[in-house]
């Protein structure tokens, strides 16, 4: 009977050991559960976007994405500790009736700042002006109808010396009439300084590059930095 009562209480204090052990593990949990939870609060994100939304001037043709001109204005930006990000929606070989096409998709993010720059690939290709400017009208129309408080600018371009002088009257005067009939900023010519500099532009004689997007920068920077 004796032997019984002892195996009774050796295995009692068993159980309220392996219980003990097991209580412990939860409290445990339970403060991991608090501490991951604290953890996994997302930060709310207050950073103001910038969109360039371009062609191939933009995309930054022929060299790496850190020495296209969107990517040198975000080293601006960082460098003066203002709270932008650069989004860089340049494509190659865009012409104004491409970025129409895409535009309604592009605007689905947030976007503080529109930097439009488009037009240069409708001049190569001789395209009736007229077409030029009702696509960028629209293009500026979709963005004001997804966010009418969204700053535009626009960057001008202009035709070359041989596209004759009433096809380059009309195309270089698009951007200044376009900036004034939508209380958008204008870059008067982007490629100022740029365009026709063989020692700042690639082989092709069209595309900037590192050195000549450093100068991009600038003329696009000198207007940026009044609305920012």
């Avoid at 953890?39 to 910038?50: M, R």
């Avoid at 104004?96 to 529109?114: E, N």
């Avoid at 007229?130 to 371009?157: C, F």
């Amino acid at each position: 009977m004796t032997r019984l009562v002892a195996l009774i209480c050796i295995f009692s204090l068993a159980l309220v050991s392996c219980e003990n052990k097991q209580a412990e593990p939860k409290e445990v949990v339970e403060e991991e559960n608090k501490s991951t939870n604290i953890e996994d609060t997302k930060t709310v994100d207050d950073s103001q976007y910038i969109l360039f939304y371009g062609n191939s001037l933009t995309a930054g043709y022929g060299l790496d994405e850190e020495y296209a001109f969107p990517s040198l204005i975000q080293n601006t930006l960082d460098s003066l500790e203002m709270n932008y990000k650069v989004i860089n929606a340049g494509l190659s070989g865009e012409t104004t009736a491409g970025g129409l096409s895409r535009i309604k998709w592009v605007l689905k993010q947030k976007i503080d700042v529109f930097v439009l720059e488009l037009g240069a690939n409708d001049m190569l290709r001789g395209l009736d002006v007229s077409e030029t400017r009702k696509n960028l009208q629209l293009i500026i129309d979709e963005v004001k109808n997804k966010n009418p408080n969204i700053k535009i600018v626009l960057a001008g371009m202009q035709a070359a010396p041989n596209m004759g002088e009433p096809y380059i009257k009309a195309f270089n005067s698009i951007y200044p009439d376009l900036a004034s009939a939508n209380g958008a900023k204008l870059i008067p010519f982007l490629l100022d300084g740029v365009a026709g500099i063989e020692d700042l532009n690639l082989q092709d004689g069209k595309h900037p590059n590192a050195e000549g997007q450093k100068i991009v920068r600038e003329n696009v920077w000198r207007v940026l930095k009044e609305i920012l």
